[in-house]
């Protein structure tokens, strides 16, 4: 995990504004990793702090379209339980799964957990195999990016 904080710390000090932007994208993947620091840095370099919330959040917001689309069109497109890229195996979450759980249970409430670390990913992929209105996904999810990424810079 060290190794791939070095990675994403470097992406930001070689590429700025556009490195924070790919490491927030990749955070909100089911990628086990996390912007927070990179991002809490980028509020104490140089870069202009509106920008830094700015792509972090188009970043971050991206990804949970992503993931909407992976749950909808690979899930069902496929009528499968996992798919395959690049020799990795996703699996959809099952019945036991908390963010499966909390989807079915909250339906489209369930999303306001979606910015939580672990449960969160797993959330914007079940909105798309779900078939959440997107227009309401897609707002709801940038707003939560927008907030989590502000409580950073007041607080950091």
């Known amino acids: 995990m060290e190794i791939l904080t070095n990675l994403f710390y470097k992406l930001y000090l070689d ?6 932007l790919i490491v927030s994208f990749l955070a909100a993947t ?30 971050n917001s991206l990804a949970c379209l992503l993931n909407y ?16 890229i690049f020799f990795i195996k996703f699996h959809l979450p099952s019945e036991k799964d908390l963010s ?9 409430f369930a999303l306001l957990a979606s910015w939580l670390p672990i449960i969160g990913d797993p959330i914007t992929i ?4 779900f078939k959440f ?13 927008f907030l989590r990424y502000y409580v950073i810079y007041v607080l950091f």
């Open 15 to 20: 590429y700025g504004l556009y490195g924070i």
């Open 30 to 59: 089911i990628l086990p990793l996390s912007s927070e620091v990179v991002v809490s840095l980028a509020f104490h370099s140089s870069l202009s702090k509106s920008e830094v919330l700015l792509f972090a959040t188009i970043g």
């Open 69 to 84: 689309f992976i749950g909808y069109y690979f899930f069902i497109k496929f009528n499968n339980k996992f798919f395959k």
């Open 100 to 108: 499966y759980r909390l989807v079915q249970k909250y339906n489209i």
């Open 126 to 129: 079940l909105a798309g195999y």
């Open 133 to 145: 209105p997107f227009l309401l996904f897609s707002i709801i999810t940038t707003i939560l990016r």
